[in-house]
Antibody, heavy 115, light 113 residues
Framework: EVQLVESGGGLVQPGGSLRLSCAAS????????MSWVRQAPGKGLEWVAN????????YYVDSVKGRFTISRDNAKNSLYLQMNSLRAEDTAVYYC????????WGQGTLVTVSS | DVVMTQSPLSLPVTLGQPASISCRSS???????????LNWFQQRPGQSPRRLIY???NRDSGVPDRFSGSGSGTDFTLKISRVEAEDVGVYYC??????????FGQGTKVEIK
């Protein structure tokens, strides 16, 4: 069974940093693009970033460019999102999803940016 | 960026009746390889999103056949032939043709009358 499990969310002050992780199992992780998508409380879905199988290509939504970094460790079947200079508007549930076609999704991890 | 516009944003439906959600893109979603990368997702209350339909009309594994997708170019539709209680939730269309960024519609909330 394909499984994606996010972790690392929590409460952080504006300007702070957080690193999210996504542990993958049940498929050949190194064969797929991987993505992060977020959902602010009560709002819709927003794609954040994705990364190619070997990490050689990375893409970001404009609002996080220069602040967030997506990475992966294929030996550990893990995806990461390093989030720096966090803002209140980054408050959201962050999901990892397999492939750029976004199937399936993890259960999400909540990031709250507040003083 | 490609703008995805869904309608309606709220859809009250009677159990057993059909439902239809429209999704329009600001430019054609036909990719250079001939495929159209338009997906539909379902998000039930309190759950993560789940992909239902990929490339306009292909149902994902385990998705009931009462769900169907259609359309071309810039106009797409998700139909539920007979709504069941478990279909309550928010439905999103998503385009994966012109990325980055991948973009989603605003979501359509389906509820039972």
């Amino acid at each position: 069974e394909v499984q994606l499990v996010e972790s690392g969310g929590g409460l952080v002050q504006p300007g702070g940093s957080l690193r999210l992780s996504c542990a993958a199992s049940g498929f050949t992780f190194s064969s797929y693009w991987m993505s992060w998508v977020r959902q602010a409380p009560g709002k819709g879905l927003e794609w954040v970033a994705n990364i190619k199988q070997d990490g050689s290509e990375k893409y970001y939504v404009d609002s996080v460019k220069g602040r967030f970094t997506i990475s992966r460790d294929n030996a550990k079947n893990s995806l990461y999102l390093q989030m720096n200079s966090l803002r209140a508007e980054d408050t959201a549930v962050y999901y990892c999803a397999r492939d750029y076609e976004l199937d399936p999704w993890g259960q999400g991890t909540l990031v709250t940016v507040s003083s | 960026d490609v703008v995805m516009t869904q309608s309606p944003l709220s859809l009250p439906v009677t159990l057993g009746q059909p439902a239809s959600i429209s999704c329009r893109s600001s430019q054609s979603l036909v990719y250079s390889d001939g495929n159209t990368y338009l997906n539909w997702f379902q998000q039930r209350p309190g759950q993560s999103p789940r992909r239902l339909i990929y490339k306009v009309s292909n149902r994902d594994s385990g998705v009931p056949d009462r769900f169907s997708g259609s359309g071309s170019g810039t106009d797409f539709t998700l139909k539920i032939s007979r709504v069941e209680a478990e279909d309550v939730g928010v439905y999103y269309c998503m385009q994966g043709t012109h990325w980055p960024p991948v973009t989603f519609g605003q979501g359509t909330k389906v509820e039972i009358k």
